[in-house]
């Protein structure tokens, strides 16, 4: 089965071409991530204007990059929550209009889902029940992939996402956004005991985040030395701020899997992308007899392969969708 599938939820807009769920047959990603760096971050309004300007030239490379056209594909999916709501709205509505020219089914697909979902592009042989941490610019979740389409949060941030923390704390740093990119390279050559950061820990329930204090900790340390003129070693900065990151996210992410008793662990979203979270991982899951599966680092930032690798799953499951499909800034990946 061949699905055309469709990603606008932030500031990529891309299109692929998936087969069965596991086989990429064309993927284009055009980012505009060089517009909104003038601005610091990603600008709504800017975001849908070049989503809608991107859409029609995308959605056909993909389809010629694949050697397909139209009469090929088998079902349209989309990417239709949680995410900037001007930005999505592009994505669904071409979706919908495809949809009903096309006589297409149409599925629509959650964000984190399909982020979980590069995985099975991956990792052909990686099937589902698993614990998965996402990890992404707006989220943090530990979730129970029970089935491909069942899943359930078993812990999740209380302030700020990973991605976000380390995207502030780089851009303290006066690193280009989205900084976490660069702050993971520069952090590759300090030394991750430079500075001593707190692990937040948040009372009651050991499997959830809190990222803000630790961010506010690393830009203090920033600004009073700034002050007092003192210079301090940026490479070791980032690599303490990363070590404390990945730290906060591996202990609770391994207790998880400890109490629940699973022993297949996945990591998904931008943030899975990390150098330091991806050897952590590696080594832990090795350490404790656990598999450990990450989708190829070309996979973990936006992209649309991912929608289709998802798509499929929610097909198979029933859920489709008509003309009245709507998009969402904000829905749980249980729904
Ligand atoms: O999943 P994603 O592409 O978009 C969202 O759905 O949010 O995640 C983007 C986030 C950004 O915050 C970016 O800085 C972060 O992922 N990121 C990283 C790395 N690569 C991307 N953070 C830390 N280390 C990386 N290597
Ligand atoms: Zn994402």
Redesign the pocket.
């Known amino acids: 089965m061949k699905i055309l599938a469709i990603e606008s ?2 500031d990529e807009t891309a299109a692929a071409v998936v087969e069965d769920g596991r086989k990429v047959l064309s993927s284009v990603v055009a980012s505009q991530v060089e517009e909104h760096r003038l601005y610091g971050g990603v600008v709504p309004e800017i975001a849908s204007r070049r989503h809608a300007e991107a859409i029609v030239p995308v959605v056909s490379q993909a389809l010629e990059q694949a050697n397909l056209t139209l009469e090929n594909i088998d079902a349209l999916a989309v990417t239709y929550a949680p995410g900037l709501i001007g930005a999505l709205l592009v994505g669904v509505n071409f979706a919908k209009g495809l949809s009903l020219s096309t006589g297409l089914p149409l599925v629509p697909v959650h ?1 984190l889902r399909s ?1 979980i979902a590069s995985n099975y592009i991956s990792n052909k042989k990686l099937k589902p029940p698993f614990l998965c941490l996402v990890v ?4 943090s979740h530990i979730v129970m992939v029970e089935d491909y389409t069942k899943m359930k949060i078993i812990g999740r941030t209380r302030d700020d996402a990973a ?2 923390a ?2 502030k704390a780089a851009r303290t740093m006066g690193m280009p956004y ?4 660069e ?2 390279k520069v952090a590759e050559s300090g030394d991750p005991h430079a500075f001593k950061l707190p692990r937040p820990t948040v009372h009651d329930a050991p499997y959830d985040f809190s990222f803000s204090g630790l961010k506010t900790a690393v830009i203090n340390l920033l600004h009073n030395s700034a002050q007092k003129g003192v210079e301090l070693n940026k490479a070791d900065v980032c690599a303490s701020f990363r070590y404390a990151v990945v730290d906060c996210l591996c202990t609770n992410f391994l207790k998880a899997a400890n109490d629940l008793n699973v022993e297949k662990l996945v990591i998904a ?3 899975s ?3 330091l979270l991806r050897r952590t991982l590696s080594q832990e899951c090795e350490k404790r007899g656990m598999k450990f599966y990450m989708p190829d680092k070309s996979l ?3 992209n649309a392969a991912m929608v289709g690798a998802q798509g499929y799953y929610e097909y198979l499951a029933g859920k489709t969708a008509g003309a009245d499909l709507n998009a969402y800034a904000t829905m749980s990946i249980e729904e």
Do not use: Q
């Open positions: 939820s932030c964000h982020h992404s610019g707006g989220h991605g976000e380390f995207d989205p900084g976490g990119i702050l993971d979203g931008g943030v992308a990390n150098s973990c930032g936006d």
